[in-house]
Nanobody, 122 residues
Framework: QVQLVESGGGSVQAGGSLRLSCRHS?????MGWFRQAPGKGREGVGS????????HYADSVKGRFTVSRISANNTLYLQMNSLKPEDSAMYYC??????????????????WGQGTQVTVSS
């Protein structure tokens, strides 16, 4: 059974940076980050797929967020720069049991972490 544990959330002022980490156990293929703000649905933020050879980002975070993975550490990262108040949300790490050759959607993920809160103040 794959387990995912997120860390690194917190409060930051607009324009600041945070780095989220997701330590995982067990075999994982595609991995990604999602977020959910109060009263809104869960949205994909960024993912890594195609055997770690490709990444995909939501338009709202392109150029500001970077997804990366260090397999030796069993850790997925989300570097978030130039944060905006609208980035405030609970951030979730997700993992899939298989690779895809296309940017994975929420339905492609099999395992989810408990989430870490990010709050950006103006």
């Amino acid at each position: 059974q794959v387990q995912l544990v997120e860390s690194g959330g917190g409060s930051v002022q607009a324009g600041g940076s945070l780095r989220l980490s997701c330590r995982h156990s067990g075999y994982t293929a595609n991995m990604g980050w999602f977020r959910q703000a109060p009263g809104k649905g869960r949205e994909g933020v960024g993912s890594i797929y195609k055997g770690d050879r490709a990444t995909h980002y939501a338009d709202s975070v392109k150029g500001r967020f970077t997804v990366s993975r260090i397999s030796a550490n069993n850790t997925l990262y989300l570097q978030m720069n130039s944060l905006k108040p609208e980035d405030s949300a609970m951030y979730y790490c997700a993992a899939a049991a298989r690779w895809t050759g296309y940017p994975p959607s929420e339905a492609d993920f099999d395992y989810w972490g408990q989430g870490t809160q990010v709050t950006v103040s103006s």
